[in-house]
């Protein structure tokens, strides 16, 4: 019985964590998405007005373009291309997915962030609620992972092999499966998609897992790049699962 309930209590968890991101991007992309349009529209004005008259600027309208220029990249809008990609927004859902999923797991890029008012009251509240949420996910996957660990534990004790080195070998085990799927690989897959040197893969990687965070490097960022539809999504689901491997590997 506590089996079959402890396996409800955590598919409900797991199910109510999925659903807390999901409703959390819907509601940051319904704040976010029209402010971001506007800056976008006046970031292309700027840059018509700007080709129009550079020729005759003054030193002083120069330098408030090389501001608002900088604001404006800044704020994730780049006056890059003919049509500025209006279209194509930063809080699409996807984007606005892997956002709600760096705020849960304290990762914080700072690359992409809450404009409005209402987006940022709001970001105060989902963290405020999410943070704790994410934590209680990490240990219940975490200790999912663990009885995995005890199972092959006691599959190699049933062997005849000595406890002790039964923990050496199950913590070896899941530093080399942890390392290979949530760092080595997923650095080959950043190097094809984004174009980054394999170091910077697995730089990027390790900057993200640890939640340092620091935004230098970030997925799906590149104006100039085509990314296939659900990469971020893809790339939110990656970290959530690496944070609950390195909150094993401190269990262990």
């Known amino acids: 019985k506590t089996m079959c309930s402890g396996k409800l209590q955590t598919g409900l968890l797991v199910a109510g964590y999925f659903i807390y991101l999901l409703v959390g991007a819907a509601v940051f992309q319904a704040l976010e998405r029209t402010a971001e349009k506007q800056e976008k529209r006046a970031a292309a004005q700027m840059k018509e007005t700007f080709l129009q008259n550079f020729t005759h600027l003054t030193m002083a309208e120069m330098e408030q373009f090389m501001k608002n220029l900088t604001e404006a990249i800044q704020n994730g809008v780049y006056p890059v291309g003919n049509e500025l990609q209006i279209e194509d927004s930063n809080w699409d859902f996807s984007n606005s997915f892997f956002f709600a999923g760096t705020v849960v797991s304290t990762i914080g890029y700072g690359t992409l962030r809450p404009r409005t008012a209402g987006g940022q009251i709001f970001c ?44 050496f070998l199950t913590l070896l085990f899941f530093l080399a499966t942890g390392i290979l799927v949530f760092l080595c690989l997923p650095s080959l897959f950043f190097q094809i998609t984004e174009g980054w040197s394999y170091s910077e893969g697995i730089y990027f990687a390790f900057i993200t897992l640890s939640t340092i965070g620091f935004g230098d490097y970030v997925v799906g960022k590149q104006p100039d790049r085509n990314y296939f539809s659900y990469y971020r999504t893809l790339v939110a689901i990656w970290i959530l699962f690496g944070l609950a491997w390195i909150a094993l590997l401190f269990n262990l």
């Open 124 to 167: 105060v509240f989902f963290a405020l609620f999410g943070i704790p949420l994410n934590v209680v996910f990490l240990h219940r996957v975490g200790k999912m992972l663990s009885l995995l660990c005890k199972k092959l534990g006691n599959f190699l004790y049933e062997k005849g092999m000595r406890k002790k080195k039964i923990k």
